[in-house]
């Protein structure tokens, strides 16, 4: 199978780049685990793979192309991967040279160790990778993939401690930037994420004495299993015998979590902090709608993302919420060959508009995020062939206007528009009447900071939309990368 070409419509988006899960103390963990991973497809659509361990035959592994329904539902697969433990990893390639990865990039990643073997699973990514991969090799390393997780097994291989989850400690404080990590030995289940949490990871428990972690709380629902509670940033835990021990091996930290997890890139029916994604979502609609009001007659969705900061918006303003662009549910991978034909259908292939809704109507159109802006240009379009009298873009987002390091399929600084117009200059760039977006701390509110973001001590990471970086993008300055000025000198600040 080759591997999942992204559709013209996801060019435009921001991507996840894995999702991860892992199971003990179940029959049959493998099967878990390809549930959910199922659940976690949104992370990452390109490639999938499942480490399982059965104590009479060892370590047995599968990582195949494509989605997990059609890989990790086949009897054949899933009858090599006997045994009580197992995790999982489903995987976004970016655009680019990454898009032809190899099947050695696919996780989880495996290592035989004297003390025995251990296979990890990484949602994050390491900003000093490539100082770390030099290192390594100039050491005598030798890597299989291209993938900065790789790393984290060579440090462990040239840790002196006795076991696997002190040798993964000492691993994981060489390492910089975003993770959230699952590992497995012989017997036990291991959770783990970096001292600010940017990346999400959650406990669950299946009967007596099964246990789960996943990125999301979507995943515990779908194989049945209760909610626990979230890994804390910083902490350890090491599940073997039904028992749980927790450990903090970076010492005292304060929690950074992703605030585009509360955006776009969680499922709307997961749990994070305690609160429903999908609320938090509606609530960044109303909040749009208290910031940039306007006289219209539908308020419309960019579906699905857009969808519930649509219904807070038209709950709010009054104005009537309507369907005005439907999905096509259907467009997937095995579609048709894309042709330039037609990739130059761009988003019709994806989204169609319900003409009879839209015609004569002032719209509002609500979507999740401006990345590069091409496909808001298409979806105007689209809006203005239907005979929409105008057309006004609220986006359920600040503007992106700086990259993500931690773990994100962000473009070049110098590819995302609000890098280098200003709201005015995009709002004539793509052609509507009008665009706004939601502030800064109008987004905080929305999650639950009710005065807004503090602006000496954020509550999230928001680089995305700031430009302020809580861990420093080492391999990316040594490339020629350019922090916002000062924003050094406040991350020294906010370390010590």
Same mark, same amino acid.
């Given at each position: ?17 894995? *999702?991860?899960?892992?199971? #003990? ?100 990514? #390491? ?56 590992? /497995? ?48 940033? *910083? ?37 994070? *902090? ?48 309507? /369907? ?6 259907? /467009? ?100 509507v009447d009008s665009l706004a977006f939601v502030s800064l701390d109008g987004l905080y509110r929305a999650v639950g900071e009710s005065d807004g973001r503090n602006a000496k001590c954020p509550q999230y990471c928001d680089a995305c939309f700031s430009g302020d970086y809580p861990v420093a993008p080492f391999d990316q300055l040594e490339r *020629? ?9 406040? /991350? ?5």
């Amino acid at each position: 199978m080759q591997p999942f070409l992204a559709h013209p419509f996801d060019s435009d988006r921001l991507h996840e780049e894995c *999702g991860i899960f892992g199971a #003990i103390g179940v029959a049959d963990a493998s099967s878990f685990v390809a549930l959910g991973l199922h659940a976690l497809q949104h992370r990452g659509q390109e490639a999938g793979g499942i480490v399982a361990h059965d104590p009479e035959q060892g370590f047995n592994s599968a990582h195949r192309f494509g989605y997990v329904r059609d890989n990790f539902t086949k009897a054949d697969v899933m009858a090599t991967l006997p045994g009580p433990l197992a995790i999982g990893h489903v995987r976004y390639s970016t655009a680019g040279s990454k898009a032809a990865t190899a099947i050695r990039d696919v996780q989880p990643f495996f290592g035989e160790f004297h003390m025995g073997g251990c296979a990890i699973a990484h949602n994050g990514n #390491i900003t000093n990778a490539s100082a770390l991969r030099r290192e390594l090799i100039e050491r005598g390393s030798i890597f299989s993939s291209s993938s900065d997780s790789e790393c984290i097994i060579h440090l462990m291989a040239r840790s002196i401690q006795r076991n696997i989850p002190e040798r993964m400690k000492d691993a994981l404080r060489r390492v910089e930037g975003a993770f959230s990590v699952i590992a /497995m030995t012989r017997t036990k289940l291991i959770g783990v994420r970096d001292p600010l949490g940017v990346r999400p990871l959650v406990l669950g428990r299946v009967g007596d004495e099964g246990f789960v972690l996943a990125s999301e709380t979507c995943a515990l629902d779908i194989i049945g299993a209760d909610f626990v509670r979230e890994v804390e940033p *910083g902490e350890m835990v090491v599940i073997s015998r039904g028992k749980i021990e927790t450990s903090r091996p970076f010492g005292p930290s304060t929690g950074r979590f992703c605030i585009f997890e509360h955006v776009y890139f969680s499922r709307p029916d997961s749990i994070i *902090g305690g609160r429903s994604v999908y609320e938090t979502r509606r609530q960044i609609g109303v909040e749009l709608a208290r910031e940039a009001p306007i006289e219209a007659d539908l308020v419309c969705p960019v579906p699905d993302s857009g969808t519930p900061a649509a219904i807070g918006y038209a709950q709010e303003s009054g104005i009537p919420y309507g /369907m005005g662009i439907i999905r096509n549910q259907y /467009m997937g991978r095995t579609f048709i060959e894309p042709t330039d034909q037609i990739r130059n259908m761009g988003v019709r292939l994806k989204l169609n508009v319900n003409r009879a809704l839209i015609r004569g109507k002032r719209v509002v159109l609500v979507d999740d995020s401006v990345v590069r802006g091409t496909t808001s240009r298409k979806i105007k379009d689209m809006i203005i062939d239907a005979g929409a009298a105008e057309v006004h873009f609220r986006i359920a987002s600040p503007p992106t206007a700086w990259p993500c390091f931690y773990g994100v399929d962000t473009p070049d600084r110098e590819k995302l528009l609000a890098a280098n117009m200003s709201t005015d200059e995009m709002r004539d760039w793509i052609g509507v009447d009008s665009l706004a977006f939601v502030s800064l701390d109008g987004l905080y509110r929305a999650v639950g900071e009710s005065d807004g973001r503090n602006a000496k001590c954020p509550q999230y990471c928001d680089a995305c939309f700031s430009g302020d970086y809580p861990v420093a993008p080492f391999d990316q300055l040594e490339r *020629g990368f350019r922090m916002k000025p000062g924003s050094e000198t406040a /991350m020294n600040e906010a370390a010590e």
